[in-house]
T-cell receptor, first 117, second 112 residues
């Protein structure tokens, strides 16, 4: 069964500084990897995904993530944080193998990002 | 235009009551889901339907019964509500091959 670990409950960063939110995964075969953001009292919004190809994936709001197969990681990054980036971030994984039928997307426990002015 | 819409947004009810949450998506997706987010923000899948057929049914009490009248709608009915059912319930949809889910705004259920 697949699983996702987000080792940090909270990440604090000053506005203008680079940010990294960590994610490691475990899945049989090749993974489909996702990042979502949740603002207070809102649903989850899709940020970016890795399916195949270039290990560096660019997404919404200036975020990007790097897929590292050897380290089974998919860390979320942004070169310059904004106060408005403060939110709850979820990493998610599912297997890519289509011949195994429908696969559920499994989420990590979430990391709260706080960007201070 | 709302892509995935859920109603109601808030439900407050007494233990033992029955309640329903409705979900509709206008994205043309073939797969819909119910997720539960608890007070610690953990997200857990409950059910998934593909073209009106149940394809994922996690370990969920029988008191929870999903129904998909067509592929654009997925409703959740909960019988005999318990305190532990208090959570935010999210509906989502996707095209199964693409993978990413589109979420509704959530329905916050409070059982007193």
């Amino acid at each position: 069964a697949q699983s996702v670990a987000q080792p940090e409950d909270q990440v604090n960063v000053a506005e203008g500084n680079p940010l990294t939110v960590k994610c490691t995964y475990s899945v049989s075969g090749n993974p489909y990897l996702f990042w979502y953001v949740q603002y207070p009292n809102r649903g989850l919004q899709f940020l970016l995904k890795y399916i195949t190809g270039d290990n560096l994936v660019k997404g919404s709001y200036g975020f990007e993530a790097e897929f590292n197969k050897s380290q089974t990681s998919f860390h979320l990054k942004k070169p310059s944080a904004l106060v408005s980036d403060s939110a709850l971030y979820f990493c998610a994984v599912r297997p890519s193998a289509l011949n195994t039928g429908f696969q559920k997307l499994v989420f990590g426990t979430g990391t709260r990002l706080l960007v201070s002015p | 235009d709302t892509a995935v819409s859920q109603t109601p947004k808030y439900l407050v009810t007494q233990m033992g009551n029955d309640k329903s949450i409705k979900c509709e998506q206008n994205l043309g997706h073939d797969t819909m889901y119910w997720y539960k987010q608890d007070s610690k923000k953990f997200l857990k899948i409950m059910f998934s339907y593909n073209n009106k057929e149940l394809i994922i049914n996690e370990t969920v009490p029988n008191r929870f019964s999903p129904k998909s009248p067509d592929k654009a709608h997925l409703n959740l009915h909960i019988n005999s509500l318990e305190l532990g059912d208090s959570a935010v319930y999210f509906c989502a949809s996707s095209q199964v091959k693409a993978g990413e889910l589109f979420f509704g705004e959530g329905s916050r259920l409070t059982v007193l």
